[in-house]
């Protein structure tokens, strides 16, 4: 886990970190990375990977609407916006 | 009439014979947080819930638990009452909804007095994440409640409510249970609802209950335990009421202990008390049988790969757009979305985000990811043969009793390790519950018990019977001044 990695994934998570705090956290995620890594000599052959307890498959339903537009409810908690939208800073020149 | 410490079923009897009103209930409650030192809440509904009690009082609500004031952790969406999930970034989010857990409890009558303060976004074992500052143990104000329910834990300790909900990825309800000398349960994956649950790692998640004893922790299952077809995952077999079993008796039963679980390296007291308590069972007739489970020492390496996995991709909502957070003064789109992020989330926060990005990046995938998956499946095998052998499993809650604010906070993976209990229950789906069980320095210290799929009520027997013949679950904290 060295600088370069560090920034390259704080960039695919969005995340920006403060100059005084980078060496802490990159020391802290080699050590988490370190301490997972014994996972990679256990013998896994034939096991299948299991990516919920329960094992099941999503229920289907009916397609057909089921609440009324909130419209106004969910703009509400929004930063900032306008009657219509979500307003974000300008994206296309 | 002093009403701290009273147990849910204690404050529906006086309730229904008219020894109190809901409305002389709550106000003490409210009274009682004003000079609360263990920051608990991190919001009040003092006004609506008065309302609540005043409607109560003129016969207008009935319900299994008409009248009672509850506490619901933060990291559940109320309608109309700020939900912060102990963040920054939802300092100011009042949810048009609420979860369905809050919606079942509200139904059945009880009165939510507030939000509980835990640690952000449920990334914690000891409340320290919080943004709006640690939680007290009430044993010892110096000391963590555990986490990440810590303000829940506090609440019912201290005696301010009589239940509490709290949530359980790793262990979130019984370490802070265990740490507050309290009884806490988290039921099968699937049998409570995740809907209007702000989620953390969702094939993890999964809501429960604190309360003073295993009965009250039954009542409350029977309305937080529901099938809702909002959560895909929501097991559809039928709800059971979880009162009928606990008086069953255990003689024959079968209690497992973990083979590789080595508690003769805890401190003396945490393994008297676990001698004690086996020998309390084995007075009520149960059997004591070695299970090995000779994956489970995978369980923490794995959940700190699978949780951070779900984790960055459950956080990635969060970008200041829709609600939440927005930084000011940025140029563009990204730098929205990146200074919003940045400065909405805490340290924990961002050390387990980045953490699944990288498990789950390019080239790790493999090594990390699916290999933590596949561990995964082998911890499931072990707890399935296990309990065709047993009918539950026993161990401590917690590796020892509530430590110092402040003293684990530089090293991350031995902050990690405090769930090296309660952490395979999650990783195999299985219910489990801690109940107060003796103490260790003189603080609090749990007993786990796992049950066998969709068998909480099998563990509620086994805590009720225990229950019935010790008295652990009846000491309350010294609060000196602030009683």
Not at chain 1, 46 to 51: F, G, K, T, Y
Not at chain 2, 147 to 157: I, M, Q, T, Y
Not at chain 2, 222 to 236: A, F, G, L, V, Y
Not at chain 2, 425 to 431: E, H, I, M
């Amino acid at each position: 886990m060295d600088n370069k990695t560090v920034e390259t994934i704080s960039y695919l998570a969005r995340l920006e970190l403060e100059k005084d705090k980078k060496e802490k956290i990159t020391k802290d995620l080699e050590s988490i990375i370190n301490f997972v890594a014994e996972l990679q000599d256990l013998n896994t052959e034939d096991i299948a990977p299991l990516a919920n307890p329960l094992e099941k498959v999503a229920p289907k339903r009916e397609d057909s609407v089921t609440s009324k537009s909130r419209k106004a409810a969910f703009l509400s908690n929004s930063p900032e916006s306008d009657q219509d939208y979500f307003i974000v800073p300008k994206v296309v020149e | 009439m002093s009403i701290r410490f009273k147990t849910l079923s204690e404050l529906k009897e006086l309730l229904e014979k008219k020894e109190i009103s809901s409305y002389e209930l709550v106000s003490e409650t409210f009274k009682n947080i004003s000079t609360s030192k263990t920051n608990s809440f991190i919001t009040l509904d003092e006004k609506v819930a008065l309302n609540k009690a005043r409607d109560f009082d003129e016969g207008k609500v009935d319900g299994d638990l008409a009248g009672i004031p509850i506490a619901q952790k933060d990291l559940f969406c109320t309608k109309d009452l700020r939900t912060t999930c102990g963040s920054k970034i939802l300092e100011n989010f009042i949810p048009p909804y609420d979860a369905t857990v809050v919606g079942n409890l509200s139904a059945a009558g009880s009165i939510c007095v507030g939000k509980t303060n835990m640690d952000e976004f449920a990334m914690g074992s000891s409340n320290e994440t919080s943004y709006y500052g640690s939680v007290r143990n009430p044993w010892d104000l110096e000391r963590v409640p555990g986490g990440s329910s810590g303000g829940s834990a506090a609440a019912v300790s201290e005696g301010l409510v009589c239940a509490a909900t709290g949530t359980d990825t790793g262990g979130s309800i019984r370490q802070p249970a265990a740490l507050c000398g309290i009884t806490g349960i988290k039921p099968t994956y699937g049998r409570a609802s995740r809907w209007g649950m702000i989620a953390f790692a969702s094939s993890l998640d999964q809501a429960g209950a604190f309360a003073r004893n295993a009965e009250d922790c039954a009542l409350l299952l029977n309305h937080i335990c529901s099938h809702d077809s909002k959560d895909s995952t929501s097991i559809s077999d039928e709800r059971e009421n979880y009162l009928d079993n606990i008086n069953n008796d255990l003689k024959g039963k079968k209690i497992g202990i973990i083979k590789e679980f080595d508690i003769s390296s805890l401190n003396r007291e945490v393994q008297d008390s676990f001698e004690q308590s086996k020998r309390i069972f084995e007075a009520l007739g149960a059997n004591f049988v070695e299970v090995s489970m000779p994956n489970i020492k995978l369980s923490v390496p794995t959940y700190y790969v699978v949780a951070p996995a779900e984790c960055s991709s459950n956080l990635s909502r969060f970008d200041g757009v829709k609600y939440g957070y927005r930084a000011k003064d940025v140029d563009n789109l990204e730098e929205l979305y990146i200074k919003s992020r940045s400065e909405g989330f805490g340290d924990e926060v961002k050390r387990r985000i980045l953490i699944g990005t990288y498990v789950l990046s390019a080239g790790f995938y493999d090594a990390y990811y699916k290999k933590a998956q596949q561990s995964r499946r082998m911890i499931k095998n072990d707890f399935v043969n296990a309990f065709s052998e047993v009918d539950v499993i026993m161990s401590p809650s917690s590796p020892s009793s509530a430590f110092k604010i402040g003293s684990k906070t530089e090293d991350p993976i031995e902050m990690y390790l405090e769930d090296l209990f309660t952490i395979s229950s999650n990783l195999a789906g299985v219910p489990a519950m801690s109940i107060p069980h003796g103490f260790s320095d003189g603080l609090p210290i749990g007993l786990q018990l796992i049950g066998n799929y969709l068998e909480e009520s099998n563990i509620l027997n086994f805590a009720h019977q225990y229950q019935k013949n010790s008295d652990w679950h009846f000491k309350t904290p010294d609060l000196g001044e602030s009683s």
